[in-house]
């Protein structure tokens, strides 16, 4: 939604009837706006249009919505003018598949009239459109408006205004609480001035008030509506437009950002600032990731913000992952305002390059928001579409020489499914190896073509593959075709409680429905060793064939080369001669945040300089409490490979994380930091067997103990070598840097 003119409004929205596909005929939809005594506003031009979001958002199955969109112009000279406070709220007609329906909107698109979106004042009054149980427009009167910031000295900045009204008291109110400062007032023959005083403190947002003559006290709008761009003078001081319109003031450096764009893998945004900005830092902050964005000059007050979406680290420019990242500024640590212009709200559509499709948003408090997703087609997006893929699926015939591979849903191409790729590529196989990879930036194996899942193409690889081969859950649709087998790999031995062992909970009535459903379509099943092989059965009520070969993917910890741990070491950043902890805790069942248990930042404060502190997230972790990353700490969730990481550690600090039976291959020392063991192994996921009795490494319970155990980790690692070796015998017999060809030699015939 947008204002073309200080009077004409542009909306873009959907109708849907669910069901029911959209067609081209003008007569089937009708838009206006409607006010007292039903009396109506139409639209000047009212067109339908093709948008592929809606087909993704309503999620309807049994009909193409792309054209359910539209976008409506509606001049309101008549609202501005009239001196009522009628409102005036946007209604649908909908005829449509020989239904016939009138409403009002009952949902608004993510970003999108978050906040209130309002017109340049006209003589006297403005237009304010805003989300209130639908879209309601209407006009406010502006007897005090904003025209001018001044810097003035040595009283401070002066706010000039056009008032209808005498004016004899003006304040700063704080707009999140009831702090209050007088501000003084100039009468003039035109215009009234508003002295602010400099010493206003910071990091809060100020209302301006005014007092009038009759003693009504009175908000300070924002005249116009382009070029709104915040000021700022010497000292500080800049202002702002608010989110109703309202001027507020603020004492901080403030970037506001226009309008964007993308120019290749870059996103480029204009920007306005206030003085001073020195020393700002501006970042593109995701759940998982942050991405630095850089600042340059541009003319006056002007700047522009860029941020390559595939960002460097670890040796290699990595395509930042699928999510929404907010725009945020830093100033030595503190933060700083970072607001959407004015202009904004008709920037909100996707731009689509190759290999990401993104988004601008508007988040309620006026923060800017950025979302990156796959780039699937128009005709690859939402349900419909996706049924009528998996419809062309079924009905292709005949498999080929091809080797599907997914890892965790796509998101890497690492695991064992890496190992058994590089073992037929060494035996120079007939089978074409191909990869799922949920979005662009999974780097896959040499050799090896990625596809992105859900697109056509995917789903013609899914459907001629030979081999279908996973390491956790199927894809939805996936069916096993006459000709094709199903290989799951699963991805590490069970100290937690897996499939139907686990507690049932009100929020997983359907989980062992589920299990049941992708686990009957498993023709292998690897298990790495005999503990495995007992439980997997039971656990998913599995019986087929199980493979006890060991992991393919713990070859490569097999008389790993001290080359590679050096090579990893530079990658990371780490000075020769440091000490490197890994820190690599599970998630918690009913939470996707990172547990928030051991403070890694002070742990590395407490070991000293000479120490790193890698931190590893879950797969199942999809955000940070409070994120971990700088100085002597390394976010390595997003690190594409864990097996160098366990190369590049001289010591494991885990809790109940399967990485405890991979890491052992190394034979270095691991540490155990189980604050809630009790609670873990008896009411929240439960365990097969008791780790306090067979662990290879000390359970701690506090910061301080693993501090002290840290300190002197030889003597502790030593003290448990009769349970680490007994440990090695019973999870890892298998592990011995041949398990990728024997899982070869079982299953992949060619």
């Not at 920007?271 to 000059?297: H, K």
């Not at 979406?309 to 990242?325: D, K, V």
Request: glycine share 8%.
């Amino acid at each position: 939604m947008t204002w073309l003119t200080p009077t004409v409004l542009e909306v873009a929205g959907w109708v849907v009837l669910p069901g029911v596909a959209p067609t081209t005929d003008p007569r089937e939809l009708a838009i206006w706006l409607t006010g007292a005594g039903r009396t109506r506003i139409e639209p000047t031009t009212l067109r339908q249009v093709q948008d592929a979001r809606v087909a993704e958002i309503v999620d309807d199955v049994a009909a193409d919505q792309r054209g359910s969109g539209f976008v409506a112009r509606f001049d309101l000279g008549r609202v501005v003018q009239s001196q009522s406070r009628r409102t005036w709220r946007l209604v649908y007609r909908v005829r449509r598949g020989g239904i016939d329906r009138t409403g009002t909107f009952d949902a608004r698109d993510r970003g999108c009239l978050s906040r209130a979106v309002v017109s340049d004042v006209v003589g006297g009054r403005r237009i304010r459109a805003m989300w209130n149980d639908g879209l309601v427009v209407a006009a406010v009167n502006a007897p005090v408006v904003l025209v001018e910031l001044l810097d003035q000295e040595p009283r401070g900045a002066v706010l000039l205004l056009e008032t209808q009204r005498r004016l004899i008291g003006a304040s700063l109110v704080e707009v999140d609480g009831t702090a209050r400062l007088d501000a003084a007032v100039v009468p003039g023959d035109a215009r009234t001035a508003v002295v602010v005083p400099r010493d206003l403190p910071g990091g809060v947002r100020w209302d301006v008030r005014v007092t009038t003559e009759g003693g009504d006290e009175l908000r300070v709008q924002w005249a116009r509506r382009d070029g709104a761009r915040i000021s700022g003078v010497p000292g500080g001081i800049s202002v702002a437009r608010g989110a109703r319109g309202y001027v507020e003031l603020v004492r901080e450096p403030v970037l506001e950002v226009a309008r964007w764009r993308l120019e290749g893998d870059r996103l480029v945004m204009e920007c306005s600032y206030a003085d001073p900005v020195d020393g700002v830092e501006v970042f593109l902050r995701g759940p998982l990731a942050t991405a630095t964005i850089e600042l340059s000059a541009g003319d006056g007050d002007t700047c522009v913000a860029v941020v390559d979406l595939r960002p460097s680290r670890w040796g290699r420019r990595m395509l930042l992952a699928p999510g929404r990242y907010l725009v945020v500024a830093e100033r030595e640590g503190q933060p700083v305002p970072v607001a959407v212009g004015p202009q904004f709200t008709g920037d909100l559509a996707d731009r689509c390059t190759d290999e990401l499709r993104v988004r601008a948003e508007q988040t309620a408090k006026g923060q800017l928001r950025i979302v990156l997703a796959a780039p699937l087609a128009d005709d690859e997006r939402g349900a419909y579409a996706q049924r009528q893929l998996r419809r062309d699926y079924r009905a292709r015939q005949g498999v080929e020489q091809i080797a599907y591979f997914e890892c965790y849903g796509g998101t890497s191409a690492t695991d064992s499914a890496a190992a058994i790729h590089t073992e037929l590529r060494a035996r120079r196989s007939p089978l074409r190896s191909y990869f799922g990879i949920a979005h662009r930036g999974v780097p896959v194996p040499p050799d090896a073509t990625p596809v992105l899942r859900y697109t056509r193409e995917w789903w013609e690889v899914v459907a001629r593959s030979r081999f279908l081969t996973f390491n956790a859950g199927l894809p939805a649709g996936l069916e096993r075709r006459d000709g094709q087998e199903v290989v799951q790999t699963w991805h590490g031995t069970p100290l937690k409680l897996l499939g139907y062992h686990r507690p049932a909970t009100a929020t997983r009535s359907e989980f062992p429905e589920q299990i049941r459903a992708y686990v009957s379509r498993w023709d292998h099943l690897l298990a790495p060793n005999p503990h495995s092989a007992a439980i997997f059965p039971e656990a998913w009520f599995y019986e087929g064939p199980i493979h006890q070969l060991g992991y393919p993917r713990n070859d490569a910890l097999w008389q790993a080369p001290s080359a590679r741990a050096t090579m990893v070491r530079d990658r990371l950043g780490i000075a020769a001669g440091s000490r490197v902890v890994l820190y690599a805790p599970t998630w918690r069942d009913g939470s996707r945040t990172m547990p928030d248990l051991l403070d890694v930042e002070r742990l590395a404060v407490a070991l000293g300089p000479n120490y790193v502190v890698l931190v590893r997230g879950h797969m199942n972790i999809r955000r940070w409490s409070r994120p971990a990353d700088g100085g002597q700490v390394r976010d390595v969730t997003a690190y594409p490979e864990i097996n160098d990481l366990f190369l590049a550690a001289d010591v494991l600090i885990t809790d109940y994380s399967s990485v405890m039976f991979d890491y052992s291959r190394t034979g270095k020392p691991m540490v155990f930091f189980v604050p809630d063991y009790e609670h873990y192994r008896d009411e929240r996921r439960g365990m097969y067997f008791d780790l306090a009795e067979v662990s290879p490494g000390p359970l701690v319970r506090s910061f301080d103990d693993v501090v002290a155990v840290l300190r002197d980790v030889a003597s502790v690692h030593a003290s448990h070598e009769p349970r680490y070796a007994a440990w090695i015998e019973r999870f890892n017999p298998l592990d011995d840097g041949n398990a990728a060809a024997r899982v070869v030699d079982a299953i992949y015939e060619y």
